[in-house]
């Protein structure tokens, strides 16, 4: 409740904003430049509260961009373009307007604990996931690839060669093992592969432990010294399997030395949540000129470089918000938004001291798609509604 009362407040301070420096010359804001910056605070505040945040997340360890946008790649999910526009909503869904929407998390393993001579992948869990999405699919991405001492000319052998992957799911003992699921491939070669673990996220995420982390062991029967599974080492001088060996690598992981090659060989899940918005074709208002006069669309670009938010928002670079600017006076009938607008500006033009009267002001508004990390460096793509201006009318 606090949230979506900061956030009216955010869109008040729009409004006067953009009242005060375009249509009343009276109190106009003098520096341009400040009205600019005050709009773009007022937009930051805005993209926290829809995203239930209190400020902004603390990345003392960023993964690389290009490490987070290949993996985005790697699950077919899309990335948005560079103004992170979405086709608009249709509002009769029923459905919470205002809120973020995630569609997608990518969330990369956690060296765990060893288990007869394997690593165990740790998953934790995003703090919105349990009670706020309904998961639709999940897949588990593992990277094979040819062991150091198999010789180049000995890979075509591998043509005949069948390798199976097979993941399971390890409870609070680690004695407790339970097959999840496993991927057969006819011939063995190198590159990613996925592993379908729908269901068992679907249940760890629904049930009574979703406070918990998800862990997984991946076994590769087949691979014996020709192929290997990448999961947290990166120094070709060691061993790429899922034998510990590289207790040092793992130490720095799990404190927070992340290492950019290194993280972007590790396995991670991509996990798919239920969108239950409609979509409708966009249509567009007006642009302002160089001098508007009557009622119109400015565009506002926002850069979340400039903004200082480089670090965690990984895609896209900005955004083109928009505002509504220009005036309402004058107008006929069929120009105004709606009747009930109309109505009102023919009693200010009968009863000249009324203090009522049109205002310019947005009539349109679609949703900016965002990918960014939050605290545990979890990848969440979201939606989130009403953050760009498409149209202007008077109201």
């Given at each position: 409740m606090a949230l979506r009362i900061h956030a009216s407040i955010t869109l008040l301070v729009l409004s006067w904003c953009r009242h005060a420096f375009t249509t009343c010359p009276e109190c106009a804001v003098s520096d341009q430049q400040q009205a600019t910056r005050i709009k773009l605070e007022a937009i930051k505040q805005q993209i926290l509260s829809k995203l239930h945040l209190q400020d902004r997340p603390n990345i003392t360890s960023p993964l690389a961009r290009e490490v987070a946008l290949e993996a985005l790649r790697r699950t077919q999910g899309g990335i948005p373009d560079e103004e992170g526009t979405e086709p608009e909503e249709d509002d009769t869904g029923g459905r919470d307007d205002y809120y973020a929407r995630t569609s997608e998390i990518i969330a990369f393993a956690e060296p765990g604990q060893s288990l007869n001579g394997h690593y165990l992948l740790d998953f934790y869990p995003h703090e919105y996931l349990h009670n706020k999405l309904r998961v639709t699919a999940a897949t588990l991405w593992i990277q094979l690839r040819y062991s150091p001492s198999l010789p180049v000319e000995s890979r075509a052998q591998l043509r005949n060669k069948h390798v199976t992957l097979y993941a399971f799911r390890v409870g609070n003992s680690t004695e407790q093992l339970s097959h999840v699921t496993s991927y057969h491939q006819g011939t063995a070669h190198a590159g990613w592969r996925r592993l379908d673990v729908g269901e068992v996220v679907q249940q760890w995420l629904s049930g009574s432990d979703n406070r918990d982390k998800l862990t997984l062991l991946v076994d590769c029967t087949g691979c014996n010294s020709k192929l290997e599974m990448v999961l947290f080492n990166e120094d070709d001088t060691t061993t790429y399997s899922n034998h510990v060996t590289a207790t040092t690598t793992a130490r720095r992981i799990r404190h927070g030395g992340h290492d950019h090659q290194l993280l972007n060989l590790r396995p991670f899940l991509s996990i798919a949540t239920e969108t239950t918005e409609q979509r409708r074709s966009r249509r567009h208002s007006r642009t302002c000129g160089d001098t508007p006069s009557h009622?119109?669309?400015?565009?506002?670009?926002?850069?979340?470089?400039?903004?200082?938010?480089?670090?965690?928002?990984?895609?896209?670079?900005?955004?083109?918000?928009?505002?509504?600017?220009?005036?309402?006076?004058?107008?006929?009938?069929?120009?105004?938004?709606?009747?009930?607008?109309?109505?009102i500006e023919e009693y200010r033009n009968r009863n000249p001291y009324a203090s009522i009267h049109p205002c310019c002001a947005p009539t349109r508004l679609s949703s900016m798609s965002l990918i960014y990390f939050d605290t545990d460096l979890n990848i969440i793509k979201t939606d989130l509604p009403k953050m760009i201006v498409d149209e202007c009318g008077c109201t």
């Amino acid at each position: 409740m606090a949230l979506r009362i900061h956030a009216s407040i955010t869109l008040l301070v729009l409004s006067w904003c953009r009242h005060a420096f375009t249509t009343c010359p009276e109190c106009a804001v003098s520096d341009q430049q400040q009205a600019t910056r005050i709009k773009l605070e007022a937009i930051k505040q805005q993209i926290l509260s829809k995203l239930h945040l209190q400020d902004r997340p603390n990345i003392t360890s960023p993964l690389a961009r290009e490490v987070a946008l290949e993996a985005l790649r790697r699950t077919q999910g899309g990335i948005p373009d560079e103004e992170g526009t979405e086709p608009e909503e249709d509002d009769t869904g029923g459905r919470d307007d205002y809120y973020a929407r995630t569609s997608e998390i990518i969330a990369f393993a956690e060296p765990g604990q060893s288990l007869n001579g394997h690593y165990l992948l740790d998953f934790y869990p995003h703090e919105y996931l349990h009670n706020k999405l309904r998961v639709t699919a999940a897949t588990l991405w593992i990277q094979l690839r040819y062991s150091p001492s198999l010789p180049v000319e000995s890979r075509a052998q591998l043509r005949n060669k069948h390798v199976t992957l097979y993941a399971f799911r390890v409870g609070n003992s680690t004695e407790q093992l339970s097959h999840v699921t496993s991927y057969h491939q006819g011939t063995a070669h190198a590159g990613w592969r996925r592993l379908d673990v729908g269901e068992v996220v679907q249940q760890w995420l629904s049930g009574s432990d979703n406070r918990d982390k998800l862990t997984l062991l991946v076994d590769c029967t087949g691979c014996n010294s020709k192929l290997e599974m990448v999961l947290f080492n990166e120094d070709d001088t060691t061993t790429y399997s899922n034998h510990v060996t590289a207790t040092t690598t793992a130490r720095r992981i799990r404190h927070g030395g992340h290492d950019h090659q290194l993280l972007n060989l590790r396995p991670f899940l991509s996990i798919a949540t239920e969108t239950t918005e409609q979509r409708r074709s966009r249509r567009h208002s007006r642009t302002c000129g160089d001098t508007p006069s009557h009622c119109c669309r400015q565009n506002l670009y926002v850069n979340f470089k400039d903004l200082g938010w480089g670090d965690w928002i990984i895609a896209p670079k900005g955004y083109y918000a928009n505002f509504c600017m220009g005036s309402c006076s004058g107008r006929r009938g069929f120009s105004y938004h709606n009747f009930h607008t109309h109505i009102i500006e023919e009693y200010r033009n009968r009863n000249p001291y009324a203090s009522i009267h049109p205002c310019c002001a947005p009539t349109r508004l679609s949703s900016m798609s965002l990918i960014y990390f939050d605290t545990d460096l979890n990848i969440i793509k979201t939606d989130l509604p009403k953050m760009i201006v498409d149209e202007c009318g008077c109201t």
